[in-house]
Every structure is written in structure tokens, then in C-alpha cells.
């Protein structure tokens, strides 16, 4: 039908591959779309991680527990999800997570304040973020409980 439109010089004739340069201009955008929205959804995953182990810390932390055999801070590292979140060195995720404990009163009696951060710097889009001006993000957890005992099995610091 088309060669017979086109033998007549009908306007449609001449559209034979319009459709497939129009997908081919369309197609870079969408892939960014849907690159996008699954970094997205990794970045939010970690933030959810992130905010959970937080809070494991801070429960550990007021009960004066420490169940690792090193420090508070790696035994909450290492209970991380992903590889990736555990020891870092990929594009997305340059560095491992780092656990925080402080005391904001500055001191560690029963009943005060153990506060916990957890966080990690997020690439988005690594291979595409910095072509297209998107870069990095600090993502946080963190969680303040009240300690029940004084603690002897943990110190504060970073890990």
C-alpha cells in the first residue's frame, strides 16, 4: 500500500522511517529516565539502611552491648545489606558507611542522650551524573535513645 501511495506521490509515502528516527531521539532520554529512577530507588534503599542501622547502634549502644569483637561501630558496618554499603569502592558508593557514636550532654551517666549517624556519600548516575550535572549526596540515618546503662563495652568516635 505504501508503494502504491508513494508511485501516486501521496504525503504518506514519504514517511517511511520517520517512526524510527523519532524512537531514536526519544530513546537517550528515556533510558536517563529509567537509569534515574532506579538509582533513585538504590539511593532510598540506602537511606532506609541507613536510618536502620542507626537505630541497631543506638539500641546496642544504650544497653551498654557490644556483640562484634571489635569496635561498636565496625560490628554496625559490617551488618550492612550490600557489599557495597559494608566497604564502598564503586562508583556509586566511593566509601564504605561510617557509624558515629556521640554523647550531646558530653557526658555518659544512665539516663542521658547516645546519639548515632550513620552515613555514606552517594553518587547519582555515576557514568552520566557528572555529563549532565548531577553529582553527590550525603546520605544520613541516625537515631538519639537514652542510655539504660553506663557504657564500658563501646566509645564514642567514627568508624
Known sequence: M????AGLGHPYGREAGVSLVEFALVLPLLLILLLGMLD???AFNYWND???LANEAARWAVVNKNPGGGTLQQYIQQQADTQELRSGGTPSVPGPLQICISFPNGTANVGDPVHVTASLT???LPYLGTRI???QTTITGSSTM???AQ???YGAGCS
Open 2 to 5: 505504501t508503494r502504491f501511495l
Open 40 to 42: 533513585f530507588g538504590k
Open 50 to 52: 541507613t536510618t536502620h
Open 122 to 124: 552517594y553518587n547519582w
Open 133 to 135: 550535572g548531577i553529582t
Open 146 to 148: 537514652r542510655l539504660e
Open 151 to 153: 557504657p564500658t563495652n
